[in-house]
T-cell receptor, first 114, second 112 residues
Framework: NAGVTQTPKFRVLKTGQSMTLLCAQD?????MYWYRQDPGMGLRLIHY???????AKGEVPDGYNVSRLKKQNFLLGLESAAPSQTSVYFC?????????????FGQGTRLTVV | AQSVTQLGSHVSVSEGALVLLRCNYS??????LFWYVQYPNQGLQLLLK??????LVKGINGFEAEFKKSETSFHLTKPSAHMSDAAEYFC??????????FGTGTRLLVSP
């Protein structure tokens, strides 16, 4: 059981380049999330999805787009990368059985924009 | 607005000493609170959670936390630190649809 898998694990981009981060979960979870982690700031929610074909903005959505075409996959796109998007990105998934349900996290993608 | 505050970005203890990591929250509705642990270069792993009912919650690896509504706190403790406990710890609050608001994290350092 792989859980939540993120691809790639590391990436270096030049300013202005675009890329897509892939998140896949094999737990049949309805909910999926993208967070970014920056030193001294904890994790902040970028976008989330409560089901296939739906997405919504989180706390820090600017500069990112997402898609949830299949229930098991959640893609995070950077349209034109900026140095401020250098961060560690975490995908998570969960299910709608009440607010006490925990989220399950992937191993992270470390992105550097130069 | 719902928020989480973790006091102390770094906490240092000796092996065998008590671990206390502080978390305070702000919420206008009954809170659902979590503690996650992050080991170097890894994702987040659930330590424990508070939903409703018993205010003293036991988690994995000997950790526990007590929910105190009057103090809006959910501090994490462990009676005796082990070297393997060295990691970063995050307190988080569910804001709906299992979306989490995180504190800024506390790095626990354990010395021999």
């Amino acid at each position: 059981n792989a859980g939540v898998t993120q691809t790639p694990k590391f990436r270096v981009l030049k300013t202005g380049q675009s890329m897509t981060l892939l998140c896949a979960q094999d737990m049949n979870h309805e909910y999926m999330y993208w967070y970014r982690q920056d030193p001294g700031m904890g994790l902040r929610l970028i976008h989330y999805s409560v089901g296939e074909g739906t997405t919504a903005k989180g706390e820090v959505p600017d500069g990112y787009n997402v898609s949830r075409l299949k229930k098991q996959n959640f893609l995070l796109g950077l349209e034109s990368a900026a140095p401020s998007q250098t961060s560690v990105y975490f995908c998570a998934s969960s299910y709608p059985t009440g607010k006490g349900t925990e989220a399950f996290f992937g191993q992270g993608t470390r992105l550097t924009v130069v | 607005a719902q928020s989480v505050t973790q006091l102390g970005s770094h906490v240092s203890v000796s092996e065998g000493a008590l671990v206390l990591l502080r978390c305070n929250y702000s919420s206008s509705v009954p809170p659902y609170l979590f503690w996650y642990v992050q080991y170097p270069n890894q994702g987040l792993q659930l330590l424990l959670k508070y939903t409703t009912g018993a205010t003293l919650v036991k988690g994995i690896n000997g950790f526990e936390a007590e929910f105190k509504k009057s103090e809006t706190s959910f501090h994490l403790t462990k009676p005796s630190a082990h070297m393997s406990d060295a990691a970063e710890y995050f307190c988080a609050l569910n804001t709906g649809f299992q979306k989490l608001v995180f504190g800024t994290g506390t790095r626990l350092l354990v010395s021999p």
